[in-house]
């Protein structure tokens, strides 16, 4: 056969394989469930009863998210890349060191680096320091804990090229703000000094283990002074975890983790409509135990809510934001759960609860230039919400407090800037928020920033309604 002839059939099959995708894209369809997120839909020829200019642009996007094949072939690529070369073809996942996967997001904080501001960490530390407060007032115990991310608990087995900076991160700085408080759980700390010879994280997942979990709660129980959930006969371990790291890696395997197991009975039922641990609010109980308990949390609250629901008579635990404190009441304890990534997140949203009441006598606050400052009302949750920004002159020191003479009476007020109610506005980190009851009329207020051994400053103003 001629070389010529050769050339001619090789390219034939190689378009022909090339079209095999294209061809088969409206008869084959891929599972997108795996990768956390919605795969893009056919586009529309038209958009308001006018042509759609934009069609060939989405139909783009449509093929390339929708192509027959396509979970087969990106893992076949990111198994080639990940075995042979030590890299990952998502960029959401990094792939470490003995079949150890890790979340991209997570990088800043493991190298120390676009870490926040001490203004940042004080007002953290601040915030949590009013809801406890708050909590300690209504006869409710309050704990805190940042749970750690993997490669803060498990470093080794990160890349050797990821560089750790000799900063301090967002979690060891808020931990040594936070050291002492009662409330505070150093949780990355009293993980650490387990020595647990079993891993507590998944190996290609972003969360810790049920071992983990359960060791979280134990940590947890002995601050309350309760006791821990039982084990039955102890753990077992079972190849049975659908690591989703793994899962956005490798789309088209059942990539199972192994997960740590238990026999116990677990004698807590549901009270809401249960449909999974990521539900917004879940709701439990337990005729055989004491106390009430409410929990906000994220992902990694979902391996740790059995053993916490098994411990308390009635238990809440919520994914919600603001964070709903109205209900708190004599008895309850509150627990607040966030992962450490995440943890400049509580500077975004104030906590719903009635704004703490401060002392107004003998304050003597110098007059200030009002120039600057952004004050915003609305109803909300059955109150008022007041917030927005103060300008940089008011701020003497690194400690203050924000407050509100309204009607004779001074209102302590959160360090948060509302990131959503105020989107449009330049960012601050001399952002406020509190609630008021509605009845409360807010047509004048005078504004104080109290700060620590610097002098209070303050500006009167009137607002609308």
Known sequence: MKKDNLYRIYTALFMGVCLV??????????DASKEKRELAKFPSFTKEGKLNTDFFDEFETYFSENYAFRQQLVNADSRVKSTLVKTSANDDVIVGK?????YSETLDDFRRTDTLSQTNINSIAYNMQVIEDYCSSRGADFLFFSTPNKNTLYPENMPYNYIQTDNESNLERLSEKLSGKE?????????????SATALYHKTDTHWNNFGAYAAHTILMN????SSCGTGNGWYTANDRLGDLAAMLYPAEDAKD?????????????????????DISITTA????????????DSFGEAILPYMAEQFATAEFSRAVPYNLMNVKVGDTVVLEIVERNLGNLLDTAPVMEAPILPIKDIEAENGNPWGT????????????IYGTVPESFIRSENYTFAFEIEGTLYEAFNIFEKELLEGFEYSPYGYSFYIPESID???????????NAGAVSAQFLTEG
């Open 442 to 452: 807010t047509a004048s207020m005078k504004m104080i920033v109290l700060n620590e």
């Open 374 to 385: 952004t004050i915003k009302k609305r109803k909300a949750n059955g109150m008022t919400h």
């Open 223 to 226: 601050r309350l002074g309760k």
């Open 183 to 195: 409330f505070f759980v150093d949780m990355k700390s009293e993980l650490e000094n387990l020595n």
């Open 286 to 297: 337990n005729s055989n135990a004491e106390g009430n308990l409410l929990m906000f949390r």
């Open 258 to 278: 192994m997960q740590l197991h238990n026999d116990y009975e677990f004698k807590y039922e549901y009270t809401s409509r249960f449909k999974g641990l990521d």
């Open 98 to 102: 003995d079949g150890w996967l890790y």
């Open 21 to 30: 995708p294209a061809i088969c894209t409206p008869f084959v369809k891929g």
